[in-house]
């Protein structure tokens, strides 16, 4: 038995959210925009959005204080601003730091949660959520997915409820064009993340194979341009097509050991999200090749590649970053992971030494 779900409708391409047509009429009459300080000014996301509600008649209210990494603290204050602005519905725009922001700002808009009861529940419906991707990686805007950091713990922690699928998403690979080569090669590799772990993942299913194997080839034959070239905009359709799909996937398996331990590394080490995926990946598919080795065949196979010396080999010219870790961080990071939902769905008996080898792994 396997069930598939994935409620929001998607508009992709170059343009999709002018050519919505009355789309966003249905959610309301007044809409509170989320994005971060900078980069939905600059790519052109923010001005496309607010241009299409003003031809729609739909008032807005902006706030674009989401940091990298959200806080509680900030998606509670947008939260009390959507309330009292009386919004009908919630846009994030940008990375997956302002998608995932808003669709908790949307559960706070509609819920009354203190700090814990924020990543457990229950909850009621919240406000509509739209999301507007700006990056090619973290595929939050088609998943039930909210990641915030949580001082309470000491790492980042997911608000995980159906009711946060993005009523309506518009990727526009256009909006990526003025993303960095850096920011390029950690999205795109946090996308090849979702697609692999997806795929590996107890929890797998055939249909969320088929967008998996899918993510992969769009991402996978670009891996060897990531590397600081100017990308054309139909490589940035490809990465963007492949990042979707690659969401669709994690919306249905969640994700596993690489993303679980790679929220330590972020939370405190400062690496970014998709930087910290991509370097504990080849250990991860080692792992991988004793308990499934038929499926890291086809991944080789997908991405053109000979094998795992191959992969690591690729991932070491994009991501040379090495992490050290003394005896007392190994053992608090590894005290992290352990009861992790992401440690369940991988596909190995993931033990305490397991983990610690992997991060140690990171130390070459
Ligand atoms: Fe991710």
Known sequence: MFMYEMPTR??????????????LCRLGKKALLVTGRHSAKINGSQKAMTEHLETLGIAWVLFDEVENNP?????????????????????????????DAAKVIAL?????????????????????????????GTGSEVTKVGVLTNPHI?????????????????????????V??????????????????????????????????EAM?????????????????????DLMYGAVLAGMVIAQTGTTLVHGMGYQLTY?????????????????????EETMADKVEKVWEILGLSGLADFTACIKNLMPDTVCLTDAELAEYTALTMPMGAVTSTAYDVTEAVVKEMYQSLEH
Not at 10 to 23: M, N, P, W
Not at 277 to 283: E, T
């Open 10 to 23: 998607l508009y992709f391409g170059k343009d999709c959210i002018a050519q919505s047509g009355q789309e």
């Open 71 to 99: 806080s509680i603290e900030t998606v509670r204050k947008a939260a009390a601003l959507g309330k009292a602005e009386g919004v009908d519905f919630v846009i994030g725009i940008g990375g997956g730091s302002p998608m």
């Open 108 to 136: 706070l808009c509609t819920n009354e949660l203190d700090d814990a009861a924020l990543f457990t529940g229950p909850y009621v419906r919240p406000l509509p959520i739209v999301t507007v991707p700006t990056t090619s």
């Open 154 to 178: 000491g790492t980042k922690q997911s608000v995980n409820t159906p009711l946060i699928f993005p009523a309506v998403s518009f990727a526009d690979p256009a909006f990526t064009e003025s």
């Open 180 to 213: 960095n080569p850096v920011v390029t090669v950690d999205t795109a590799i946090d996308a090849l993340s979702h697609a692999i772990e997806g795929y590996m993942s107890k929890k797998a299913t055939p249909m969320s194979d088929v967008w998996a194997e």
């Open 217 to 237: 080839r769009f991402l996978g034959v670009h891996l060897t341009e990531l590397d600081g070239a100017s990308l054309s905009y139909a490589v940035r359709e």
């Open 268 to 288: 405190y080490k400062g690496l970014t999200h998709g930087r910290a995926n991509g370097i504990l990946l080849p250990h991860y598919m080692s792992l991988m």
